[in-house]
């Protein structure tokens, strides 16, 4: 495999210089064998071919994913556990390392070794894989831990986009041309958006929190009840919270990433892909709508925007605007954005709770540390009926003090209008 990375891995990549991770994390209560997790880490490698390539830019500075059978394996790095939080301390180490050996893959596995529980922290660059493949690698390496004898089916790579859609896909001459017209005023546009201003670096933090299973419980009935969807229910949430901390600079909107998975067959669940199509969600502005009412809109208003995107078309189209990245890069780096918010809800995680070797204690979810400007992230997972929050942002950007408000502001609404749906 030689391909250019596609303009989804492009962003996530940044460039040579600037890491971007993800980081899932998974607590272990049992026996952890260091030559079970090596075979484990082995087999998931051979099975995904971008955990056997490395990422080299041509002459012209354009990365690409090159497959090499001299990388060496999978590397585990064991820290001595000395508490519950020494995997958030590690999550942040590992946002600022990059993956620049060229002998190594772009996976690595932080060990907080433990006497009774231990915390395996998967760690990958963003530009490899979403969310869902995050899942499905851990999933591979927990079940290859208690049974290494087991095997994994390998799936080849592809080369480019074309190659990886179904050959009933064809691009009109009309939308390619549509395609590239837009591509030159996506030029014109960020050179005359992109900001130069210079924001201090700062730093990036995690609040992490649960609700636990009876909270979890009611809060899905609550939204059974009102006809909405749990997503729906926290953009409102988190939005108002907004509002209610940051009052007239907040912005109303979030970004709802889409799994790639629900328009396009050939990109299976355990198939690693950094491409997410996203859907823009607004408050409704009026002050007479309560909160299911407007939980309510907001499905409806991403039912529609999730039913009109054409992702086949996206994927084919976007990769017109490949010399754009550089100023898209530099415009998220340096601007605000217009939404407060991305939220990410991953649901209820897939993976099994109980092991011949060991338990699979608590799922905490994916964190990551954005480049960006506006780093503004809430991941949310479901694993044994609780709830999990990842709030991800810098200090420059958003006080971790107001995060912190923010976040208890949302879950205070979210606890008030579920008693009120029992009232």
């Not at 209610?244 to 979030?254: E, N, P, S, Y």
């Not at 208003?301 to 017109?320: D, F």
């Not at 208890?408 to 008693?419: G, K, P, S, W």
Request: hydrophobic letters at 45%.
């Amino acid at each position: 495999m030689r391909r250019r990375l596609i303009i989804g891995e492009r962003i996530m990549y940044v460039d040579a210089d600037t890491p971007l991770n993800c980081v899932f994390t998974v607590k272990i209560r049992g026996t952890i064998l260091i030559e079970n997790l090596r075979i484990a880490l082995a087999k998931i490698q051979q099975k995904h071919p971008l955990l056997r390539a490395r990422i080299k830019e041509d002459s012209a500075g354009v990365p690409h994913f090159v497959s090499s059978n001299s990388l060496s394996a999978i590397p585990v790095r064991t820290v001595e556990r000395h508490g519950d939080e020494d995997w958030q301390q590690q999550s942040k180490a590992e946002w600022k390392t990059l993956f620049d050996s060229e002998s190594l893959p772009l996976a690595r596995i932080v060990w907080v070794k433990g006497a009774e529980c231990s915390e395996l922290l998967l760690v990958c660059p963003h530009c490899i894989c979403d969310g869902t493949g995050f899942v499905a690698l851990m999933s591979e390496i927990l079940q290859l831990l208690d049974h290494p004898e087991q095997e994994l089916v390998s799936y080849p790579p592809f080369n480019s986009i074309e190659e990886l859609l179904s050959a009933s896909f064809k691009s009109s001459t009309a939308k390619v041309l549509k395609t590239k017209a837009f591509a030159v005023l996506a030029r014109l546009f960020f050179f005359f958006k992109s900001s130069k201003t210079i924001h201090p670096k700062g730093e990036g933090y995690l609040l992490h929190w649960k609700l636990n299973a009876t909270e979890t419980s009611a809060l899905a009935e609550a939204c059974k009840e009102a006809g909405v969807t749990m997503h729906a229910a926290l953009c409102v949430a988190f939005l108002e919270a907004f509002e209610l901390v940051r009052g007239i600079k907040a912005q109303g909107k979030v970004i709802c990433p889409v799994d790639v998975r629900h328009f396009v067959e050939e990109i299976k669940k355990d198939t690693l892909f950094a491409f997410a199509p996203i859907a823009e969600l607004s408050l409704p502005k009026e002050k007479v709508m309560d909160f299911w009412a407007k939980a309510t809109t907001l499905k409806t208003e991403l039912k529609k925007k999730i039913a009109a995107m054409k992702v086949h078309e996206l994927l084919v189209m976007s990769e017109y605007f490949q010399g754009s990245v550089n100023k898209m890069l530099k415009h998220l780096k340096t601007t605000d954005g217009g939404h407060d918010l991305t939220l990410s809800n991953m649901g209820r995680l897939s993976i099994a709770e109980h092991y011949d070797s060991f338990e699979v204690e608590t799922l905490y979810s994916p964190n990551v540390g954005f480049p960006w400007r506006n780093a503004n992230t809430l991941v949310v997972s479901t694993f044994k009926k609780k709830m999990d929050f990842a709030f991800l942002s810098n200090d420059s950007f958003l006080p971790e003090e107001e995060a912190k408000a923010i976040r208890d502001q949302a879950m205070e609404l979210l606890r008030t209008h579920v008693m009120v749906s029992y009232a």
